[in-house]
């Protein structure tokens, strides 16, 4: 009888192991579309915020300030007083655009903007208000203010869309979004940081930070190097996990956590092409629950990519966006709360 003790320490121990493995995630970042619309390499007018001076100042300030210039995201903007030097310098001598001008300064309406924006050139007018404000100085630290900021985006051709969104930040949600902001310590200059950085998420691609679930082996062949990747991936190493899980699958083709990993670190490399061939071969070897939800992930993740660049369909196609109509209206693009795992169907996991 003390023979089995051992054996039923063992099982208890692995099946231990095995039910709080399958929570492991890891940190992995995707990119995300405009809200609003893309006004990447295009020219936006500023037309101002509306608002209390000591609130709406700082925040157009900071805006034309921090001004996206990496690849892939870059922009111009000018400010309302920029427009009209712009136009009086051009206009000299024309009474008509003399006074439109004037009226503009007086008192800025989104049809004089638009009139003046559209002769420079400029493709986008971005408008915000701030709605409400609680001085972040004379709340409690249980309480300690936000910034509701509503904004416009018009497009000044019919192919830029447009369309508004309110932002609504308190420091505590700011310093989530942003970590490096905890560091401030001027409560208001953490709202007005945080609601210029996610003010540009309307207009241009950023990055959304996910905790996706790995798989973990035990007791099969290659494990160990398995959940050696999973440690290095939970510790954003992606380069040195999606080495080690390739060598695993090499070994030992069998091992599915190693292939299922190996999609995610194909999406983390944005190559998603190649992602969904994997997780579309580790659902054929086994139809998990948890294979079905990353491919769903993946693919999502792969529409929203080509959306935020504007890249052309990937050569495979999509398994789970419905196809545009023939009236020419914009695709339906399937969301994390439309798509379950559910709806994959055999014919899109097969070889062909």
């Not at 508004?164 to 709202?191: F, M, Q, W």
Request: with cysteine.
């Amino acid at each position: 009888m003390k023979c089995y003790v051992p054996l039923m320490t063992l099982l208890i121990c692995s099946i231990l192991a095995f039910t709080s493995g399958c929570r492991m995630t890891a940190p992995i970042h995707a990119w995300a579309p405009p809200q609003l619309g893309s006004a990447v390499g295009k020219q936006v007018a500023l037309s101002g915020v509306q608002g209390p001076r000591e609130l709406a100042g700082p925040l157009q300030r900071q805006l034309l300030s921090q001004i996206p210039k990496d690849p892939g995201r870059q922009l111009t903007m000018v400010s309302l007083e920029q427009l009209v030097a712009y136009e009086s310098r051009d206009m000299a001598g024309s009474d008509t655009k003399i006074q439109l001008v004037s009226a503009l300064e007086e008192t800025p309406n989104d049809l004089a903007v638009a009139s003046v924006a559209r002769h420079q050139g400029i493709d986008y007018v971005l408008r915000g208000e701030v709605i409400q404000k609680r001085h972040a100085l004379q709340q409690s630290q249980a309480d300690p203010g936000t910034l509701n900021v509503s904004w416009r985006l018009t497009g000044l051709d019919a192919e830029y869309p447009g369309g508004g969104n309110p932002i609504v930040l308190d420091v505590k949600t700011a310093r989530e979004l942003y970590p490096d902001l905890a560091y401030v310590s001027d409560l208001n200059e953490v709202l007005t940081q945080a609601m210029v950085r996610e003010t540009y998420r309307l207009i241009t691609p950023s990055v959304d930070r996910y905790q996706i679930k790995l798989e973990i082996p035990y007791l099969l062949p290659g494990s160990a190097k398995t959940r050696r990747g999973n440690r290095a991936a939970r510790e954003g190493r992606w380069g040195e996990a999606e080495k080690l899980w390739s060598e695993v699958q090499e070994r030992h083709p069998t091992q599915l956590a190693a292939l299922h990993n190996l999609a995610l670190a194909a999406a983390a490399g944005q190559d998603f092409s190649r992602a969904k061939k994997l997780a579309r071969k580790a659902i054929r070897y086994n139809p998990s629950q948890l294979h079905k939800q990353t491919l769903v992930w993946i693919e999502l993740k792969q529409r929203a990519y080509h959306q935020a660049f504007l890249l052309p369909d990937p050569p495979e196609g999509w398994f789970l966006t419905d196809a545009p109509s023939d009236s020419g209206s914009s695709e339906t693009v399937a969301s994390e709360e439309t798509v379950t795992s559910d709806v994959v169907s055999a014919e899109w996991v097969s070889d062909q």
